[in-house]
């Protein structure tokens, strides 16, 4: 049995990963944190500091205000970290690359099977399609989502990215005299209601569209994904996985 602690456990996508580790088996959930008390069967703490528990991997979901207290008590406690939440700064990312250096971390903005067979795809369409059609990326979020774009939006961007050497610019959202469209890669939010997760590519050329899109109907998909990367990663030696690693 592997042992869990999930952070961010009082969640919407804790309360998914306590049903998906309950349903799997080989794994079980021994304690979380969280910034607010929860009643959930197992011992909560707000900080990192005050896990007493033996842990095998860290499976986090909360925000990324919770990474240096947790990257630093798995470093010491060599456990290795599922990271799920999103919304990094730049300097966190970089911190967390650090961090791999010493303890096994593994890092995607989106846990499901169709979103990452989605981000092949869309590099395919942009290699096959090329500069004459222009690429805008449309993200649908329920309304509590902290952070714009979501972090999948930005991985689509990047992969779209890769098949022309990265050279593109983000443009977030247009607003005003903006003039004619240049070659950037357009990425759009919208909020609302209680939308799990959309995500689509468009590639408009002259006279023709081509869309490519995926559509998340419960958060309990990105859940059964992060319980498969802890299972994955306990025994892993140092470093950053993503979930092509665990693909292949
Ligand atoms: N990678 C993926 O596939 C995927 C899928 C869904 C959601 N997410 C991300 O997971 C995160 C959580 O989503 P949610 O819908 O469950 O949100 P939520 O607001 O329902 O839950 C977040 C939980 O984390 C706790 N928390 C916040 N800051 C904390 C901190 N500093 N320390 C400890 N606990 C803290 C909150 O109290 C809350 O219980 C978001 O960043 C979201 O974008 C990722």
């Given at each position: ?118 981000i092949?795809?869309v590099k395919?369409a942009a290699?096959?399609l090329g500069e004459n059609f222009d690429v805008e990326i449309i993200e ?9 774009p979501?972090?999948t939006a930005l991985m689509l961007a990047e992969s779209v990215n890769s098949a022309f050497g990265g050279k593109k610019e983000l443009l977030y959202g247009r ?6 469209r240049g070659g950037e890669i357009g990425v759009h939010a ?9 995500h689509e590519v468009l590639f408009a ?7 490519i ?36």
């Amino acid at each position: 049995m592997i042992k869990i602690l999930i952070c961010g456990i009082g969640g919407k996508m804790g309360a998914n990963l306590r049903e998906a580790v309950a349903d799997d088996g080989q794994a079980e959930v021994v304690c979380g944190v969280d910034i607010n008390a929860v009643q959930c069967g197992v011992p909560v703490y707000n900080s990192f500091e005050n896990v007493c528990q033996k842990v095998d991997a860290c499976i986090d979901f909360s925000s990324p205000a919770a990474l240096h207290g947790e990257l630093e008590w798995a470093k010491t406690q060599h456990v290795p970290v599922v990271l799920g939440a999103t919304g990094y700064s730049a300097e966190d990312l970089e911190y967390i690359k650090q961090c791999s250096e010493q303890i096994p971390v593994f890092k995607t903005a989106n846990f499901s099977l169709g979103v990452n067979l989605l981000i092949k795809l869309v590099k395919e369409a942009a290699e096959t399609l090329g500069e004459n059609f222009d690429v805008e990326i449309i993200e649908k979020h329920h309304r509590l989502k902290a952070d714009a774009p979501s972090g999948t939006a930005l991985m689509l961007a990047e992969s779209v990215n890769s098949a022309f050497g990265g050279k593109k610019e983000l443009l977030y959202g247009r607003e005003g005299a903006t003039g004619v469209r240049g070659g950037e890669i357009g990425v759009h939010a919208v909020r609302g209601g209680t939308i799990v997760g959309e995500h689509e590519v468009l590639f408009a050329g002259a006279d023709e569209i081509v869309s490519i899109s995926h559509s998340a109907r419960s958060k309990k998909v990105f859940a059964v994904g992060a319980v498969k990367a802890a299972k994955w990663i306990c025994g892993k030696p140092a470093g950053l996985y993503s979930m092509a690693d665990m693909l292949e």
